[in-house]
């Protein structure tokens, strides 16, 4: 049955209007949440929108939106007419947070686009200098001669460090136990007082206390070797096969932004991430650059949910 003449010019002239649409963007600024001032999200997104503020002509603005562990600043992105001008730039706390606590106001898959994994840090297995081993092999022999005798400090429930470490405990079948402090920083200190025998920590906090001989390296937690640390081998290679984790982030837009924005924003981000400059200063606080396709960053964050939802439910680990 043919469409009356009247509806096929209305769905034409729709079909154009959002053709131009998408093509003009952006007319105007694009604003960005992310989480508190000072933090690694909030210098990565300022690094790129330096970049795409020049790129795009128009002004990217950083909006910081923090508190919820990422909760309010998701809401809002999530509730946002989707056109493309408010996006969300956050770590893995995004997708995972449905499994660390109830009654979300967003769910991660239905309420977002991925746009781009931007950043991967690894994380750092790191010990006490006086703790007797010196490869991930001897430390699981250790720790299953000695049950219950080693702790490690943690900070955030859920985080990407105390998933890596709670990773590390089921496959390697042993028990480290966590011991909670108000940040990484002190849970470091302690480690280099001598009151806990280990760490798993990002490269920002622990690269100084390993070249000052205050911490021991014993491993990156990357499935390869990491440039933030030339010669420091990965777990999988010494002693825990398939083993992989790291902290990630990206952009993400609101869900039914047309696809050709999305593409759009991907283009420009990936583009980014590729100038050296920019590829530096991340590296220089300890994130290594990506800029993925929109289907690799959605395959991850997927990935991520069904490995690391599935060991949260184990654990039973709920958020502070």
């Keep these: 049955?043919?469409?009356?003449?009247?509806?096929?010019?209305?769905?034409?002239?729709?079909?154009?209007?959002?053709?131009?649409?998408?093509?003009?963007?952006?007319?105007?600024?694009?604003?960005?949440?992310?989480?508190?001032?000072?933090?690694?999200?909030?210098?990565?997104?300022?690094?790129?929108?330096?970049?795409?503020s020049t790129t795009l002509g128009k002004q990217v603005v950083v909006v910081n939106r923090g508190g919820g562990g990422g909760v309010i600043a998701a809401e809002i992105v999530a509730k946002a007419t989707p056109d493309g001008y408010t996006l969300l730039y956050f770590g893995s706390n995004i997708w995972m947070l449905p499994f660390l606590r109830g009654n979300l106001p967003y769910d991660p898959i239905r309420d977002f686009t991925p746009v781009t994994l931007v950043v991967t840090s690894p994380i750092i297995v790191v010990a006490h200098p006086g703790l007797p081993v010196e490869s991930v092999k001897d430390l699981i022999a250790l720790a299953k001669a000695k049950p219950g005798a080693l702790n490690y400090a943690r900070a955030s429930a859920g985080g990407p460090t105390h998933l890596a470490a709670e990773l590390f405990n089921t496959m390697a079948g042993i028990r480290i136990t966590s011991v909670p402090y108000k940040g990484a920083g002190p849970g470091l200190t302690a480690v280099m007082a001598g009151e806990l025998q280990l760490a798993f920590g990002l490269p920002s906090g622990v690269l100084p206390h390993i070249k000052s001989g205050r911490l021991k390296a014993l491993a990156v937690t990357s499935a390869q070797p990491s440039a933030l640390?030339?010669?420091?081998?990965?777990?999988?290679?010494?002693?825990?096969?398939?083993?992989?984790?790291?902290?990630?982030?990206?952009?993400?837009?609101?869900?039914?932004?047309?696809?050709?924005?999305?593409?759009?924003?991907?283009?420009?981000?990936?583009?980014?991430?590729?100038?050296?400059?920019?590829?530096?200063?991340?590296?220089?606080?300890?994130?290594?650059?990506?800029?993925s396709t929109q289907a690799e960053f959605g395959a991850r964050v997927k990935s991520d949910m069904s490995r690391l939802g599935k060991l949260i439910k184990d654990a039973g680990i709920r958020a502070d």
């Design 229 to 291: 640390l030339p010669g420091l081998p990965t777990v999988a290679a010494t002693g825990l096969p398939g083993y992989e984790a790291s902290a990630v982030a990206g952009v993400f837009a609101p869900a039914r932004v047309p696809p050709a924005i999305v593409a759009r924003l991907n283009q420009e981000l990936v583009a980014a991430l590729r100038r050296p400059e920019v590829r530096e200063r991340f590296l220089n606080v300890g994130e290594e650059a990506v800029g």
């Design 1 to 52: 049955m043919k469409r009356p003449r009247s509806l096929a010019f209305a769905t034409a002239a729709l079909a154009l209007a959002g053709a131009a649409h998408t093509q003009e963007f952006p007319a105007r600024p694009i604003q960005v949440l992310t989480s508190e001032p000072g933090g690694a999200n909030d210098f990565g997104i300022r690094v790129l929108s330096q970049v795409l």
